[in-house]
């Protein structure tokens, strides 16, 4: 398989930590990583216009040619394939834990760090039209959301539950990325979540 | 079961069609709709925030007290449950499509969508920081995304492929809830999204 990505990029860092739980390495299942440069606008190119109409990434390539992307439909695609460890639940009301808080990391805590970064970081003046202001408004959503999911984490292990998930992979890839825009956790002020930070930091993973 | 729901909201919406496209009535799952009104706040309400510390809609109650928050979370949940007819897909490839359009309908149409709303209309006046500036950026990428999908469209019947799935739920819940911000799809020059609008508007679940 191919993975065309960023390695700067908070989404297919996603699908590289995904991949390391899984062992794919250790499985003997290729997957060469193939940088699309954000910075030098080559997910803007013809070559990965193709794959990705929009030009985003990741974009997960078979063997076949057949192309797919989307870094939960990459992940649930390789939960399929390759289901140990499980990283998407174990039973359905768990699996309907993850999927709601996954869905609470990337649509409260990813999605706002991503548009405080759009929107007000210099990397993107003139390359896309910023509205600083609501960068600013996102700036205090993110606080906000770091200090529920802080609180929620003085409850239990994980972001899901007791066991690590794609909750956990989605909530530290959104905290790193936040940190280009100087948003970071307050180590006194979220001790829970600094628990948590250094337990999944641990993780070989983390680095994939 | 109880859903804590807004009539006039897309994502509660979005669960609503779930539910009658799986004839949960026709099989004797009771499901009651409990309306908590965005328009009155009673979403901010300590009785909905006991329920969704961020006061968000839908939220699903099982008959014992469990409490599932997030709209896809609680289709899934209801797709393990009731597994016919399949609205996530029917294989693991054919799952994977399923996501990853749903996640395109997701984050390219109902996001911007709401943003647009958000950001630049009346009804958010006084209740929320807005950034109109925003609300115009996404009203471009509303535009652009139309396009995108009614080329998409011109190969295959839905919006995943040749089944009614998820994706045609998130799909044109996000179009219907663009009309309030006067998006809207442009009948001469999206021909297939008009086509597929008419067919999905034609469903019983469309009145959901």
Sequence with gaps: MLLYQ????????????FMAEKDLGGRGVSVELIEVS????????????????????????????????ESMAICRYLEELYPEPP?????????????MW????????????????RNTHAFWQGRIKQAPE???IMREVVAERMDWLD??????????????TVADITAVCALDFGKISNL???????????????EVKARPSYKA
Tied chains: 1, 2.
């Design 6 to 17: 960023d390695p700067r990029a908070p989404n297919p860092r996603r699908v590289r930590m």
């Design 38 to 69: 954000i910075n030098e606008q080559a997910n803007r190119a013809p070559a990965h216009l193709a794959r990705h109409p929009l030009g985003l990434l990741p974009v997960l390539e078979l063997p076949d040619g057949r192309v797919l992307r």
């Design 87 to 99: 990283l998407f639940g174990t039973d359905a009301w768990d699996r309907a834990q993850v999927e």
């Design 102 to 117: 996954n869905r609470h990391a990337e649509l409260e805590l990813l999605f706002p760090v991503a548009q405080v970064f």
């Design 134 to 136: 609501f960068g600013e």
């Design 151 to 164: 609180h929620e984490l003085g409850h239990r292990r994980f972001v899901a539950g007791d066991a690590f």
């Design 184 to 198: 970071r956790i307050a180590e006194d002020r979220h001790r829970n979540l600094a628990r948590w930070y250094g």
